[in-house]
């Protein structure tokens, strides 16, 4: 089932503060949860953000056989995925090594930088490096 929320029913309501989540892993079996991931496009498609938490999850584990604490690899390999398919609010148990790994991919794919939002609060404003600059020409 979809909830759909519309200006029009929900005036109250701040509709540039929606975020969609598809729920990945929520009663799902890993072949779902993967097909929910694959169809992360359509969601970004609708205009609002799309928000995954991948972190340690269930799916990954029947994905790489390792258990919760040994799934960062695994993680991090399906936020670059998520990332790619047009998610771009992420939860995550391991700050760090998520947000190198976007900033990696987002430089990889020359998207534009990744913002730290509340990662700054975890790692400190002294820690968080600049955002990556796109070099023009070749």
Do not use: C, N, W
């Amino acid at each position: 089932a979809v909830d759909v929320v519309h200006p029009r029913t929900t005036p109250a309501l701040d509709h540039e503060r929606i975020a969609l989540d598809p729920g990945v892993g929520f009663s799902k079996r890993a072949e779902q949860s993967v097909a929910v991931l694959r169809g992360l496009p359509r969601l970004a498609d609708l205009g609002r953000p799309v928000y995954v938490g991948l972190s340690r999850k269930s799916f990954l584990g029947a994905i790489t056989g390792q258990p919760a604490e040994r799934r960062l690899a695994a993680g991090l390999g399906a936020v670059a995925a998520a990332y790619s398919l047009g998610a771009r609010i992420f939860r995550t148990h391991d700050v760090r090594e998520t947000l190198d790994a976007l900033r990696a991919v987002a430089a990889v794919l020359g998207a534009a930088p990744v913002v730290l939002g509340a990662a700054e609060e975890v790692l400190g404003a002294a820690e968080a490096p600049m955002p990556l600059k796109q070099e023009s020409g070749a």
